[in-house]
T-cell receptor, first 114, second 118 residues
């Protein structure tokens, strides 16, 4: 089915470990985004990508790495996880550009770092 | 930089009644888009309604409508005939209307938690 999928849905890991969150979309949207959602902060942008091989920092990029070798995939890696990165992570995609095309969100990954 | 403010952390409404959620934003741009997203306990982010800043007519989607006041930089969401399934977090979001770069990024408010009483 067409859509945007995130995996895993839940993840528990330890501080210092590397963890990768996956995001896959089937619409061939140009833009993809990673957000984190924390109580009292709403959603904050971590990284975004305007096309394959083009990525840029958002509001809270420290401690995260992204790549986009293919249009449909946009993985997010925490190279050395810290407790402050415990959060719910959302991936989104959109056509971008000047239109009113909204962002479409995945179901989120709840990440707990012990 | 643009900011979005939702001044009501929590709201409550009786089933079948009407409730209005507030959102204000700050921008120096003249062309932009505004959105309301709903996040039920299932955690999904669901688009409720969207508004283009150059359109004076307020957007409507079934029981959901907005009151867009461009000069006041206000974008409130009205839910009519509230239903139990409307209980959720509601986020207001802003997006620039330009091309490329960061123009596709959404700027979110912190959300309003809506409870619906039976």
């Amino acid at each position: 089915d067409a859509g945007i999928t995130q995996s895993p849905r839940y993840k528990i890991t330890e501080t210092g470990r590397q963890v990768t969150l996956m995001c896959h979309q089937t619409w061939s949207h140009s833009y993809m985004f990673w957000y984190r959602q924390d109580l009292g902060h709403g959603l904050r942008l971590i990284y975004y990508s305007a096309a394959a091989d083009i990525t840029d920092k958002g509001e809270v990029p420290d401690g995260y790495v992204v790549s986009r070798s293919k249009t449909e995939n946009f993985p997010l890696t925490l190279e050395s996880a810290t407790r402050s990165q415990t959060s719910v992570y959302f991936c989104a995609s959109s056509e971008g550009g000047p239109g009113i095309e909204p962002q479409h969100f995945g179901d989120g990954t709840r990440l707990s770092i012990l | 930089a643009q900011t979005v403010t939702q001044s009501q952390p929590e709201m409550s409404v009786q089933e079948a009644e009407t409730v209005t959620l507030s959102c204000t934003y700050d921008t120096s741009e003249s062309d932009y888009y505004l959105f309301w997203y709903k996040q039920p306990p299932s955690r999904q982010m669901i688009l409720v309604i969207r508004q283009e800043a150059y359109k004076q007519q307020n957007a409507t989607e079934n029981r959901f409508s907005v009151n867009f006041q461009k000069a006041a930089k206000s974008f409130s969401l009205k839910i009519s005939d509230s239903q139990l399934g409307d209980a959720a977090m509601y986020f207001c979001a802003y997006r620039s209307a330009g091309y490329g770069g960061s123009q596709g990024n959404l700027i979110f408010g912190k959300g309003t938690k809506l409870s619906v009483k039976p």
